[in-house]
């Protein structure tokens, strides 16, 4: 007879029910439900518990019906399973969550309370918002998001803490950036755009045509007139309407245009200020070479300084004009391509010059005064703004003039003989030694060759020494002519005003040069 052994009906027990562990969620049927619990059978062993409170809708909870639970203990104090249905819920999202989004997907999410360094947000889980993930710029106020449903990046998914940081900052670059994308692709050149002037530099103004989209509207499209700083047009918080001269979408620049708006005034400029025609004006700014004159709104033209007066000598705009002045001037240029236009304000007046001619015919004898000098001549004001050039060649018949200072003074009165005039060029020439007979002949046959004569020293070089034998007659006595040692020095053996016997070597008459000796 074969021995068996007992049989362990308590093993055979346990083994026909599930093997359960904590943290998994299963299928239960509801076996019973109170006001305070409901039971449920999860083939374990024991049965579950679970607070009604984790129901929704507790009454609606019917014995017999199917639920998913979480096992958070497999025996209390009691000896019954610990359930939660809430749990189970909330492990379903998790895992669905998880499984349908990754780090750097976007999510919405409602902000349900705030938390030690940040926010607590329902995205059907839990995430955490860090304070710095919050705003753009700086830390707000966290309590004005609660209760906002809003859209999150997922920055980080941890799988064993089953914690979840999310960023609104990076939400709103990103939605920036798609609201931009579609701006851009929606933006034609010439179409007109709202906007708000962002900002204002020296080289134009920044206009916010849409989230996230600026554009420039540089100084030099903002008015077809003359403006020298953009905030004489515009100031920030401004609203305007721009017109778009240009959109690059690979860079995101974009160009605005104010004054596109209005028909280019310089289309119509030849047609509308003839050149001959006298025209009215602003004088809108005064530089040293001229001033500029507004004919209308985005037209000006240009004075040339040389061109105030037939007769005055202006060293200055500012001394006949000052900004705001109304003034007539005649067109006397147009530059349609460089939008230029030429004025003349001495054009509205008759040229004096005209009558110089008449009133100073060549061979006249006048009477002036020396206004300047020149290294080559003096001018000889005769009456305000007629001046005539003496050239230091008709100065004297005898005297070789390098600087007209030598025989004249500023302020000084003379007679003079008028020798051409030129009224277009505004040219007239003068000349003093036409006031009496060329005494060359007279000196050329009184010092021939040979002849001694006394004189004084009036100039001393260091190639000789210039006698004056009588009056405005010098003759030249080179160095090697001078009764002095090979290596001494001209200076130190002479003196200007010395009374010195000279012998003449040569006469040339054609160059009006007379060469002296002192070795007499």
Known sequence: MVDEKPVDMSSIYDETFKDVKEGEVVKGRVIGVTAKEIQVDIGYKSEGVISAEEFYDPKSIKVGDEIEVLIESK????????????????MQVWEKIVSEHKEGDMVSGRVVKKVKGGLTVDIGVEAF??????FLKGFGNLNQLLGQTLNFVIVKINKPRKNIVVSRKDAILRERDVAKVKIMDDLKTGQLIPGTVKNITDFGAFINIGPSVDGLLHITDMSWGRISHPSEMLAVGDKIEVMLLAVDKTTGKVSLGLKQKTPNPWEQVEAKYPVGNRVKGKVVNLVPYGAFVELEKGIEGLVHISEFSWTKRIGHPSEVLAIGDMIEAVVLSIDKA???????????????????????????????????????????????????????????????????????????????????????????????????????????????????AEGAITKITNFGLFVELTADLEGLAHISELPIEQNAKVEESFKVGDKVRVKVMRVDDAERRIALSLKV
């Open 338 to 452: 460089n939008q230029k236009i030429a004025l003349g304000i001495k054009q509205t007046e008759m040229n004096p010059w005209l009558e110089v001619a008449g009133k100073y015919p060549v061979g006249t004898q006048v009477k002036g005064k020396v206004r300047s000098f020149i290294d080559y001549g003096a001018f000889i004001e005769l009456e305000e703004g007629i001046d005539g050039l003496l050239h230091n060649s008709d100065i004297s018949w005898t005297r070789k003039i390098n600087h007209p200072s030598e025989v004249l003074k500023k302020g000084q009165k003379i007679d003079a003989v008028v020798l051409s005039v030129e009224a277009d060029n505004r040219k007239l020439s003068l000349g003093m030694k036409q006031l009496v007979a060329d005494p060359w002949a007279e000196f050329s046959a009184k010092f021939q060759p040979g002849t001694v």
């Open 129 to 134: 918002l860090p304070a710095s993930q919050v």
């Open 75 to 90: 025996e209390n104090d009691e000896g019954m399973v610990v359930l939660s249905k809430r749990k189970a819920e909330r």
